[in-house]
């Protein structure tokens, strides 16, 4: 078993759908990472979080510290925002989860 | 299934050293990424390799260099290290026919 799980593994939605993407972790953390990338691309760090949740424009994070699982949000899909998505964990090194790839349609 | 190998995992120098960090992906890939995470910092992406050719180039120092060897392993060399060289240094690999990274444990860099 994954020390780090995301679900769900694809998506697919319309423009403009409320979309959320989870991750669960079983190890102690310092930290939790959202991580997305774009074909062609290195990897562009969208939230880093300790507890709490963080917004940044229609991307909204959050972690539960007690039940090890964090999630993201976007609102308002867009098809740029096709991407896929990354939950990393920092415990004494980085363990990562195997993506979510979004797909937004028009 | 194999996964990114990077060695060592840990390592310890001191300042104006040098190191060499390795990364092996995984087979039958032949892309590679290095990617630079200071302490409470966010991954910074430093450089990419293609079938052996750098591919692109982000934050990275002039005193580190990469590349990519015929079996697709890469090597970051960095040298006149200094206190805040102090990072882990992870790498990811993947194929050209997707573009999911698979990502390396990361080799845990400590400048003294």
């Known amino acids: 078993k994954n020390e780090v799980e995301q679900s769900p593994q694809n998506l697919t939605a319309q423009e403009g759908e409320f979309i959320t993407i989870n991750c669960s972790y079983s190890?102690?953390?310092?930290?939790l990472h959202w991580l997305q990338q774009h074909p062609g691309g290195g990897i562009v760090s969208l939230f880093m979080?300790?507890?709490g949740k963080k917004k940044h424009g229609r991307l909204i994070a959050t972690i539960n510290i007690q039940e090890k699982h964090s999630s993201l949000h976007i609102t308002a899909s867009h098809p740029r925002d096709s991407a896929v998505y990354i939950c990393?964990?920092?415990?004494?090194?980085?363990?990562f989860g195997a993506g979510t790839r979004l797909t937004v349609k028009p | 299934a194999a996964g990114v190998i990077q060695s060592p995992r840990h390592l310890i120098k001191e300042k104006r050293e040098t190191a060499t960090l390795k990364c092996y992906p995984i087979?039958?890939?032949?892309?590679v990424y290095w990617y630079q995470q200071g302490p409470g910092q966010d991954p910074q992406f430093l450089i990419s390799?293609?079938?052996?050719?750098?591919?692109d180039k982000g934050s990275i120092p002039d005193r580190f260099s990469a590349q990519q060897f015929s079996d697709y392993h890469s090597e970051l060399n960095m040298s006149s290290l200094e206190l805040g060289d102090s990072a882990l240094y992870f790498c990811?690999?993947?194929?050209?026919?997707?573009?999911?990274?698979?990502f390396g444990p990361g080799t845990r860099l400590t400048v003294t």
């Open positions: 390799f293609y079938e052996k050719m750098q591919s």
């Open positions: 979080l300790s507890s």
């Open positions: 087979p039958r890939h032949d892309t």
């Open positions: 990811a690999s993947r194929t050209g026919r997707t573009y999911e990274q698979y």
């Open positions: 190890v102690g953390i310092s930290a």
């Open positions: 990393a964990v920092e415990a004494d090194d980085m363990r």
